[in-house]
């Protein structure tokens, strides 16, 4: 199967609730895009496996959130954009990263991203956004969701995510998973679920196998999962050149002539999508002209 998308579920008693996304395809055009070396991928990946599945937490049409991972290692910071809609885009600093492999043969994301900060931004159309932060508490980026969601929103979670990479440095699996314990649920229910998140296949085996989001939540929770909502999940970015050109104009007079003086034309490249777009010299002094 090779649809990316994340659903919502429940269990019939109403004390957990879960998410599970598929993000393989989302992964694959992002690392096309910003050239991601292997544990770049892998960072990103899980950074925006996460993003799609907050996605359904949102309510409104147009809210959205914004994740900022903010490290003292040589990625540097890690930025996620994502709506209720299922539209997702991220970009790491640095993509060209190489390191060793860790300890366990595994590319060493925790190294890569180091130690600092996670940010959560919601923009539910309020006044004032959301915003959570908690440190970093290993650079894996599951872990430091788990203590997000169980700290800042206070919610005792699991979170689980991973990228499989291939030798070559291409995409092969990603996904994830979310579980939220809500106010019922008992200590043998809690005990359960910890130890079938312990007993299970790593999340990228069991996507690169054929297992499906709903799979996964059925192996870690049971046949009694109810999903609730699926939801098709893409990367999608908002730059366009007519935003560009807005962005552009808005600089001023001043800003534009220094623009021409010294290059002659205006370039500006899309963090999110890497798209370059460029405003020639005849434009620009044509909006110097408009202004004066």
């Known amino acids: 199967m090779s649809e990316d998308y994340a659903v919502r579920a429940t269990v019939r008693s109403g004390v957990l609730r879960?998410?599970?996304?598929?993000?393989?395809?989302?992964?694959?055009?992002?690392?096309?895009?910003?050239?991601?070396?292997?544990?770049?991928?892998?960072?990103?990946?899980?950074?925006?496996?996460?993003?799609?599945?907050?996605?359904?937490?949102?309510?409104?049409?147009?809210?959205?959130?914004?994740?900022?991972?903010?490290?003292?290692?040589?990625?540097?910071?890690i930025v996620v954009d994502a709506d209720s809609r299922g539209n997702v885009r991220g970009y790491v600093d640095n993509p060209a990263v190489d390191l060793p492999l860790n300890a366990r043969g595994k590319l060493d994301?925790?190294?890569?991203?180091?130690?600092?900060?996670?940010?959560?931004?919601?923009?539910?159309?309020?006044?004032?956004?959301?915003?959570?932060?908690?440190?970093?508490?290993?650079?894996?980026?599951?872990?430091d969701f788990t203590y997000y969601f169980t700290t800042s929103e206070q919610i005792p979670s699991a979170v689980g995510v991973g990228v499989l990479v291939d030798r070559d440095g291409s995409v092969l699996a990603s996904g994830g998973f979310i579980l939220q314990v809500l106010p019922g649920a008992d200590e043998e229910m809690i005990t359960q679920l910890e130890e079938r998140i312990a007993a299970m296949a790593s999340v990228t085996d069991r996507i690169q196998s054929g297992a499906t989001p709903e799979d996964l939540l059925r192996e870690v929770i049971g046949e009694e999962v109810q999903v609730l909502q699926r939801q098709p999940v893409a990367f999608d970015c908002s730059c366009s050149p007519e935003r560009i050109r807005s962005l552009l104009k808005s600089m001023g007079k001043e800003e534009i002539s220094d623009i021409l003086k010294s290059r002659g034309e205006a370039e500006v490249v899309c963090h999110f999508c890497n798209e370059r777009y460029v405003v020639e010299k005849a434009e620009l002094e044509e909006w110097l002209g408009e202004t004066e």
């Open 18 to 77: 879960a998410f599970a996304a598929r993000t393989t395809e989302l992964v694959k055009e992002l690392q096309r895009r910003h050239h991601t070396w292997p544990v770049a991928t892998a960072a990103l990946g899980r950074a925006v496996t996460v993003g799609a599945m907050m996605g359904l937490m949102l309510k409104g049409e147009r809210d959205r959130l914004t994740i900022q991972i903010k490290g003292n290692g040589p990625l540097g910071q």
């Open 109 to 143: 994301v925790a190294g890569a991203v180091g130690e600092g900060m996670l940010y959560i931004v919601k923009d539910l159309g309020l006044k004032e956004p959301y915003r959570g932060s908690v440190p970093l508490v290993s650079g894996e980026l599951g872990e």
